[in-house]
């Protein structure tokens, strides 16, 4: 058995034990896609992240949920560049890239106006995909009624990294009765069967907030709810810009708040910025340290 070191942060939160944990490990160069995909499971969190050098970027991240490997995570990315950061190996760069499986891509730092770390990525350009499946079933899934989706939205597929349901939901209070069935996600998803579910709204509970969401996993992932996203939030964003504004708008900032629910309050920052064939879409968090954990694994 050998033991290997995993950083436990919390990411779009400045509170330990909120926001969305991920694992990190460092230097994991020596660490087969096996090996890492058993730590990813002993560690139990929606993701862990594994730091590598790059011939193409600053760094390499590879994401792991507990039962595959995932092309991007933001929360994890965040989890990620801040433990680097804090932790010297950036140096003192400020601006620099990461080489993910969906792409190179650049990340900021700056310190916010009570000295956290803010941390800005951008993520791939926005897709979107119809959803043909059966509204009913889909809200049946989720716990809720037919009615409780908005009428006036699409549901459609988006990515900006990693691909979801983007499901709009007319009130706010239906989200304290959601109850997912996540084993039920691949038959109602028949045009993506991995795909994850994100229903959101435009009540908040934040009067400061713009839009409300809540993530729940593929049955594929090991894991059953995902309390703050930044891939979500960044397609959310792009949704919100192409469908709600319907693609009217130049510029959009929006905070989305996600995790009231399940008692791990989290925000991420959204900027959506309109170029020539789509849209631009960064977003900002932060992540605290938690602990350290250790994990045994075969070797």
Not at 26 to 48: R, Y
Not at 72 to 80: D, Q, R, V
Not at 201 to 215: P, S
Request: glycine share 8%; net charge negative; with cysteine.
């Amino acid at each position: 058995m050998k033991s290997i070191s995993v950083y436990h942060f919390d990411a779009f939160s400045k509170e330990p034990n909120k926001g969305n944990p991920a694992g990190v490990v460092f230097n994991a160069v020596p660490l087969s896609d096996e090996e890492m995909q058993e730590i990813a499971l002993k560690v139990g969190f929606n993701e862990t992240a594994f730091a590598l050098n790059s011939e193409v970027a600053d760094v390499r991240i590879r994401y792991f949920t507990p039962g595959h490997e995932t092309n991007l995570c933001g929360h994890a990315t965040m989890a990620t560049v801040c433990g680097l950061y804090t932790k010297g190996f950036l140096g003192d760069k400020k601006e620099f890239t990461i080489e993910t499986k969906a792409g190179i891509l650049p990340i900021k730092i700056e310190t916010g106006a009570t000295n956290e770390i803010l941390i800005t990525m951008r993520q791939t350009s926005p897709q979107f995909v119809e959803f043909k499946g059966s509204r009913k079933d889909l809200a049946d899934s989720l716990g809720l009624e037919e009615s409780d989706l908005h009428e006036d939205f699409p549901i459609v597929y988006g990515s900006t990294g990693a691909w979801t349901l983007i499901v709009p939901i007319q009130k706010l209070e239906a989200f304290k009765r959601m109850k997912p069935n996540n084993k039920t996600f691949p038959e109602i998803l028949k045009e993506m069967p991995t795909a994850s579910v994100h229903p959101f709204c435009l009540e908040t509970f934040d009067v400061n907030a713009q839009m409300h969401g809540r993530h729940f996993s593929s049955p594929y992932s090991g894991t059953l709810e995902d309390p703050v996203t930044g891939t979500a939030s960044g397609v959310m964003g792009a949704y919100c810009a192409q469908y709600i504004k319907n693609g009217q708008i130049d510029k959009l900032n929006l905070i989305v708040e996600q995790g009231q629910e399940i008692g791990k309050d989290g925000r991420v920052m959204v900027q959506i910025s309109k170029n020539e064939d789509s849209y631009d879409v960064e977003i900002t968090g932060t992540a605290i340290f938690v602990k350290n954990l250790d994990v045994s694994i075969e070797g």
